[in-house]
Structures are given as C-alpha cells and as structure tokens.
C-alpha cells in the first residue's frame, strides 16, 4: 500500500495519514466513527464477515504473524480486552496487557513520551480511558495505529460490530429504524456518528439532562445522509422500531450517580411492555455488562427478540478485521 495522501481530520484535529486499500481510503486511527466514510465502514463490515467465515470454516489467518498489539487500559474491561487479546491471537500475533496504573504515566510521564516509546516496539494499540483528549495526543504522537476501545465521548469499534450484528440479523442497515434508549453517553453518541454517515434512521430517547453532546449531535445531523431524531419520549423512539439498543444507566467514572440515575433513568427500561411498540421482528441490542431490571428486563435481555450474545461474539471478528486493516494496510 502506498501513503496516497495527507490530510487534517477536522473532528479530532490531528494529522491522519490516508492509504489506499484496494481503492478505499483508511484512516491511520480509529479514533471515532465520526472521523470514517461510508466506504470505510463498508470495509470494515466486508473483511469481518470475511474472516468470520474463515474461522468458522476452520480456515487459519495468520495475517499479523510477529506483530504485537498494546491494550492500555485505565478502566475495567472483559469483553473488548478479551476479544481483542483473541482477535490478535487468532491472526497470529501477540497481545499484551497494560494497565496503566503500573506504567510510568501513573507517574506523571507525558503521553507524548509513553506514545513515542510504545510506538518502538508495538504495531497498534489499543487504548480504554476517560477523556477523548488523551487518545488523541496519543495518535498525534504515535507512529502505529491508535484504537479507541472506549472513552467517555465514544465507543467505536462497539458500534461497528454492532452494526454487523445488525447486518447479520436483517440484511443490512439501510431502510432501518434502529432506537437508542437510555443515556446519551459514549455508546449513543457512536451509534450518532454512525448514522450521519450511514444514513439509517436513528431515534433517541434520552432523559432530560442526559442527552448526547450538543456538537457531535449537530457534527453528525448536518450530513446529508442523516436521519436523526432526540427527544425524552422513549415510546416514540421505539415506535416501529427494527433495531432496539439501550446501555447501562451509569457508566464506567459515573458511579457516583448510579443511585440518583436509577430514578430519573426509570421510565426508559427497555422492557416487554416498551417494546410491544416496536416492529414484530424487532432486534434487542445491549453492548454489556447489563444491569437486569434497570435498563433493560431479564425477559427482554434473555428474551425472543435479544440478539445480545452474537452482538458479543461479533466484537471478535469486527476487532480482527479492524486489526489487519490498520495493520496491514
Ligand atoms: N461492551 C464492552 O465494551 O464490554 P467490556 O466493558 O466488558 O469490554
Ligand atoms: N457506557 C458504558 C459502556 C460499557 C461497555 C460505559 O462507558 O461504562
């Protein structure tokens, strides 16, 4: 692959480097679904469902013979770190764990430094943190791919092999009412950029003083493609809805408030009820963990309509092919 172009991704105000994969443009990082085409999601969802195939069919992959993959995580994770740690593995890699508390940035060392130094001996890495600002200093300075695997702002590989869950279950994503219920946080506001690039109809229901940032609301609405509604009323949201996703009330960090949430957040439980106003054939996603009999019933969650098991399996082959693509190309 041959560096095509430069150019300045306005979204996170850094440098991104463009290559060309097969006549596709690919970012360098994935910071944010904001930051990806059309053609790139498109990419993503084609090489997942490609190298599921080959693994279901027992066909190895080892495409990242000898290269190594960093997970520098500062909040808890089972699913992204596990099948990220897999996903490298199965491509013939290595992982390797981080915690950042045990790392010299615990002791004030500049994210500039650690990123540079990182960069000497991994290929990719994949960062779970608070605050957006941080990943992006990382891919300002570092000269592998960097990975957001969640921040408070967003989630976006989650988003992605959401979508291919969605794409598994009815067909594709287009033509679909897909409802967000529950916290405008990090998951909504992916599932957000999503849609202003995709073009799927989006309809949130969040609580008053909890709805998406304002800006990556308007960033993502001003797309010509974008179909997207908020308001407060989770009926209406839902109301023939092909795709149900909600998430926990209080996120990782927001501890604190899970008491205080639990009243305002009530009446947007996704339970049987509620969805009785979606379309027949409704899907139920919930990325997890999920808190049972807050956002979401144990009948709903373990219910007909609840495809939350594939949608966690799907991170497997969604974080593969998001690790050949940055890596390789
Ligand atoms: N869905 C998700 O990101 O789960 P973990 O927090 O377990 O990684
Ligand atoms: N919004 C949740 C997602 C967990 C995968 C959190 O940030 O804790």
Redesign the pocket.
């Known amino acids: 692959m041959k560096i095509d172009e430069m150019e300045a991704s306005d979204s996170c105000k850094i440098q991104v480097i463009t290559l060309k994969l097969g006549g596709v443009f690919m970012t360098k990082h994935l910071l944010t679904l904001a930051d990806l085409a059309k053609e790139e999601f498109e990419t993503f969802f084609k090489r997942a469902i490609e190298l599921k195939e080959k693994q279901k069919n027992g066909i190895a992959e080892p495409l990242l013979a000898g290269k190594s993959l960093g997970l520098l995580f500062d909040k808890p994770s089972t699913r992204t770190r596990v099948s990220f740690e897999t996903a490298m593995i199965q491509l013939g890699g290595s992982p390797l764990f981080i915690s950042s508390k045990d790392t010299q940035m615990s002791r004030d060392e500049p994210i500039k430094d650690t990123a540079r130094v990182l960069s000497r001996y991994l290929d990719a890495l994949a960062i779970r943190t608070f605050s957006q600002e941080v990943i992006q200093e990382f891919a300002e300075s570092a000269g592998i791919p960097v990975i957001n695997a ?1 921040t408070d702002a967003y ?1 976006p590989c ?1 988003v992605l092999s959401d979508l291919l869950t969605v794409i598994e279950h009815k067909g594709s994503y287009q033509d679909l009412k897909i409802a967000w219920v529950g916290d405008g ?3 909504a506001q992916s599932w957000i950029n999503a849609a202003g690039t995709l073009g799927f109809e989006l309809h949130l229901a969040c609580p008053e003083g909890y709805f998406p940032d304002a800006q990556i609301l308007s960033g993502a609405a001003q797309k010509s493609n974008a179909r997207i509604t908020l308001n407060s009323d989770p009926i209406a949201a839902i109301k023939d809805a092909d795709v149900v996703n909600t ?2 009330w209080a ?2 960090g927001q501890e604190a408030e899970q008491e205080a949430r639990k009243k305002i957040f009530a009446p947007f439980q996704v339970n049987a009820a509620l969805l009785e106003n979606a379309a027949k054939d409704v899907i139920v996603l919930h ?1 997890l963990p999920a808190h049972r009999e807050e956002e979401i019933t144990e009948a709903v969650l373990e219910g007909p309509h609840s495809v939350v098991w594939d949608q966690s399996e799907n991170k497997l082959h969604m974080h593969k092919a998001i690790l050949d693509i940055l890596i390789r190309t």
Do not use: A, P
Request: glycine share 0%; charged share 10%.
């Open positions: 969640l989630h989650q946080h990090n998951m998430d926990v996120s990782m990325c």
